[in-house]
């Protein structure tokens, strides 16, 4: 169960994000270096496969910074910046903050399934399916009502801004 306002304003966020470019992080890296006495024959990335799994990351990294802020009223709002700018960052920490304010605090994480990664020109695109259903709201311990769809499929773009893989566009585009 998830607060109505919720699916509303996962809406509203994803409406808001479009064009936001003022974005500065650094980029999410899937490559770990291992310590091994025997040689391997790994496969490595190409730099637009890369770049792709580099995308699916930024995406999880967001929702899990959302999570983050629902869940603790004491952390920074600065843990968005290098995630979300403009008007997208505002409509989110306001969403945060007015949350907090009504004193509700989220239980439970969201989970990012169902990724796809596609290059389209200079940027990628990335589908997920955002998964609230084990996300819940309460106040003062009581569960507040549930989200009539916990679970949304969004679409992310994501570009090289400043040398640095952001998002600059969040959609949602349905039920998944």
Known sequence: MT???LAAWAVAFAMSVGGCASMSATPPTSATASASTTAT??????????????????????WQTIDKLLTDPTSSMNQLDPLVGGDALTSLQLMITRTG???????GKT???DQ??????DTWIVN?????????FVKSGQPVSASPSPRLSHQDTLAIIGGYLKVTEDKVVGPC
């Open 128 to 136: 997920s399916c955002i998964d609230r259903s084990g996300a819940t």
């Open 41 to 62: 024959n790994t496969p490595s990335l190409s730099l637009e496969d890369q770049k792709l799994v580099d995308s699916k990351a930024r995406v999880v990294l967001l």
């Open 3 to 5: 607060d109505p306002r």
């Open 111 to 113: 989970v990012v399934t």
């Open 116 to 121: 796809s990664a596609v290059a389209s020109g």
């Open 101 to 107: 304010q009504a004193g509700e605090v989220q239980v």
